[in-house]
């Protein structure tokens, strides 16, 4: 099963132009969304193009492992209850809620927010150990939550302009949101370092194409 999804050429193919055509007719369509030249359909898609991200990254392994889907499931879920957590109790994050763009919500947390988390975690894990270079467990994890923390500070900029989430009283994250972000982050990537280390191009593209995608956004709309 793994050799043939691997080499499977409509997948990579799938893959590759799923994740190049979403992101680049994403900017377009949120930045002419953002300037009222057309209607702002691409940010409530935002959940749909997520998931199927997650299910082609996850498909495109070298070795398909079921401990490795289950992996996936645990940090989507420990993810989302530690999100709860910090929506709710405000001592995580800092006080924060979210936007309607995220889709779904259970007690006011996206559902899509812990399958977001556990792609992230792949794609830092990814570039961790093969393009890094880094193979022992703690200082695995010590990247890991750096390039997740890394790219949290692009994304705090704009993620209150896309109505994904805000502080409050705050236009921008506090401290403790980016030291929170770096513990889970660290905690995840102790625990994927045994799970996603097999090769896997396409987390790679997937983690450039969100890097530019956020990057080229905050250079249109802010």
Known sequence: MSTELHQNKKLRAFAIL????VHFFGIIGIWLGQIELIPNWFLPAT????????????LRYEK???TRVMAFVV???LSFLIELYGVKS???FGTY???NNLGWKIF???????????????VAQQLTTHYIGINGRFFSALSVATIMTTFDLLLEVLAPQLDFWSFTHMNYAPVENFVAWFAVSFCFGLFSYSHFRNQNRTAVLYGIAQLVFFMVLGLLII
């Open 75 to 77: 940090i989507a879920v």
């Open 18 to 21: 799923w994740i190049v055509l």
């Open 97 to 99: 809620t979210y936007g």
């Open 47 to 58: 959940p749909l193009t997520i998931l199927v991200s997650a299910i082609v990254v996850l």
């Open 64 to 66: 398909f492992k079921s």
């Open 108 to 122: 006011d947390v996206p559902i899509i927010i812990g399958v977001n988390w556990a792609v992230l975690i792949m």
């Open 90 to 92: 405000g001592n995580l």
